[in-house]
Structures are given as structure tokens and as C-alpha cells.
């Protein structure tokens, strides 16, 4: 804004353009000479809109530090807690609660970003590889970087379960006001994996908050969780465990592994569902490895005529991953008057 003497109000003026400025001093004095013309030019006094952040060009400005004292910290945090301290208690973190605290602020998101801490999630994810076979893939593949690696890589989730929450319609006995009832049924299946290849298997109508207490290795055969081994190559996981009894028999699983979003990796495709019988001479050589007993089987394959090979083709609803934090809060619970279907997306 520009102000002249002897003018009661403020005149817009651009610095840059002074055609404008001309324009506006012949407005303002119209039968003016060119010596008064020059003296009220000498008397203006320019008003320019404050910008202090023009002030922080140039200057590098450190995580956590200010302009005026670099040496001050002004989150009280990490007044109190040395970095020593704040590394140990990063070390102790999940890689995804090392994911939520990077957000926090600028100095804990660059301290988490140090290499030791994916390293060693990173080595446990995918332990069955081995430590070379890691460490060249993260040389070769990802840069180096081994947050890169845990971010892209596919690998399966050990912090909680993957659900499949499957519905069906079953007719109901007609009664005396209801001719044709039918009843909405809904059962799920639960999958936990172990970095150390194996699984654990249940097929329930039980909600999720209440199988998931025992699904552990502690649980009994009464509770009908059945344990076997998983293989993951790329995102394709093969997986089989042996239902015990007078005909024993195998279930053989095939899943694709995605995410939602980087890193995620939430979601489990059912490709295909088989059971298949196997005889007495394979079950007592098998060691309880019943994957490496069925791998190289066809699809309609079985070594039990009176087990038939089954492939089944309903109940094949993509698994949802829910970490151990959620499952008293997840929308799994709903019951079906709540929810009568669920899109896992």
C-alpha cells in the first residue's frame, strides 16, 4: 500500500509497475505540476505486508531444534529422555508401532528411519530364507534399504489372525405362522502363522474375540485348532494339515498374498480348498509334515479310495488380517442381525 500526505485514504500500489504509480498521482492531483508531482513522490511512505518466513531462507533447520537456540529442544520428551534411552525403547517396538511413532514428529520419524531397526524385523519375517539369502535380496533387489524391503517384499503376519468370514441360507422348519422360513448361517475360518513355518487351523461358528484365546499351540483337541507347515514363495502361499480319526485326511490350502496398501499385506485370497484322503503307510512316515508328504499331488488326487478328493467351491471369502489389539474391537464380531455380509475388499 502506498500513502501520500495530504490524501485521506491509501492508494494500492505495486512496487514492480510504476506506470501505475503515475496513473495513480495523476488521480489523485489532476491539475498538479511536474515539480508537485515530484515532491509528493519524495513524500511517500510505503507500507509492505509483513512475511517474516522470509527469514528462513537458507536456513537449515534441525529436527526437534528452533531458530533462535539450535541447542534447546523444546519437546519436553526429549529434554528428559537422553537419545541413548529413546534408541532402546525404539529397539523394543514392532515394526508397525515403529511405523505410528514416526509420525509423531520430524526426530523420532529419522531415528526410526536407521537400518538396525528393520534389519532384524526383517530377518525374523522371513527367517526360513536365512540370513544371506536376505541380505543379498536386500542388496540386489531393494537398494540396500532394508525399510525398503520390509515395505515391498511379501511376508506373512505373525501379530495377529487372518479371519474368513463365510455366510450361507439354510431353510428352516416351517411352523404354524411361518411357511418358508430360512435362516442366515455364518462360520468363520481362522489362520495364525509362525515365522517358523508352521500354522494353526480352525473352521468355527465362534466369533473372533472368543477363538482368539486359544489359538496357540497350548490348546487341546478338544478345542479343534489343528496345527500344520506353510511355504511362501513371492506371494503364493501353499499350506496342508492332517484332520486325525478312522480316515484321516488332508487339507491342502492355497492362498495369494496382497495388502491394501504398502506394506500392509492384510489380505489372503483362497485359491483353492482340497481334501484328499492318505493311507497308514504315508501317515506314519510323514513325521507330522504333511506339506512336503502331499507337494508334487494333483488337484483331484488321492491315496485313499474311501477318502474321495474334494475341491471345494464355497466358503472361499478372502482372509482379513486383525493384529491381537483389534480382535475385541473388530467389526468381525457383529453378529449376522448386524451384519449380514462382509465385503473384505
Known amino acids: 500500500m502506498v500513502w501520500c500526505p495530504g490524501l485521506e485514504e491509501y492508494l494500492p500500489f505495486c512496487a514492480n509497475c510504476y506506470g501505475l504509480m503515475k496513473l495513480q498521482l495523476a488521480l489523485a492531483f489532476p491539475m498538479a505540476t511536474k515539480g508537485e508531482e515530484a515532491v509528493c513522490f519524495q513524500q511517500m511512505h510505503f507500507m509492505e505486508t509483513s512475511r517474516p518466513w522470509l527469514s528462513l531462507y537458507g536456513v537449515r533447520v534441525r529436527p526437534g531444534s528452533t531458530i533462535s537456540n539450535p541447542d534447546v529442544d523444546p519437546a519436553l520428551i526429549h529434554r528428559c529422555l537422553p537419545d541413548e534411552l529413546l534408541f532402546e525403547i525404539f529397539a523394543r517396538m514392532t515394526p508397525y508401532s515403529l511405523g505410528r511413532a514416526a509420525c509423531v514428529c520430524r526426530k523420532w520419524r529419522y531415528t526410526i528411519r536407521n537400518p538396525i531397526f528393520w534389519r532384524g524385523a526383517c530377518l525374523k519375517a522371513w527367517q526360513m530364507t536365512g540370513p544371506a539369502e536376505n541380505c543379498r535380496l536386500v542388496r540386489f533387489s531393494y537398494g540396500g534399504s532394508w525399510r525398503k524391503m520390509w515395505l515391498l517384499r511379501p511376508r506373512l503376519r505373525f501379530d495377529g489372525l487372518y479371519v474368513s468370514r463365510n455366510t450361507y441360507i439354510r431353510a428352516g422348519v416351517a411352523e404354524w405362522k411361518v411357511t418358508n422360513p430360512v435362516h442366515v448361517v455364518c462360520y468363520y475360518r481362522y489362520i495364525r502363522f509362525y515365522p517358523s513355518g508352521r500354522f494353526l487351523y480352525k473352521n468355527s461358528s465362534q466369533r473372533l474375540k472368543e477363538v482368539a484365546k486359544y489359538m496357540n499351540f497350548r490348546a487341546s483337541n478338544a478345542e479343534c485348532v489343528f496345527s500344520g507347515h506353510y511355504t511362501l514363495t513371492n506371494d503364493q502361499v501353499e499350506a496342508a494339515i492332517l484332520y486325525p480319526g478312522l480316515r484321516p485326511t488332508v487339507l491342502r490350502i492355497r492362498l495369494r498374498l496382497r495388502g ?67 480382535v475385541e474391537t473388530s467389526v468381525l464380531n457383529l453378529p449376522v442381525d448386524k451384519m449380514d455380509y462382509f465385503v473384505p475388499g
Open 260 to 326: 491394501t496398501c504398502d506394506g500392509a499385506n492384510n489380505r489372503l485370497d483362497l485359491l483353492s480348498l482340497v481334501t484328499s484322503g492318505i493311507n497308514d503307510s504315508e501317515l506314519n512316515d510323514s513325521d507330522g509334515n504333511m506339506l512336503g508328504m502331499v507337494e508334487g499331488w494333483q488337484e483331484d488326487e488321492t491315496h485313499n479310495l474311501d477318502v474321495p478328493a474334494i475341491s471345494h467351491r464355497r466358503g472361499l471369502t478372502p482372509f482379513v488380517f486383525v493384529p491381537f489389539e483389534e
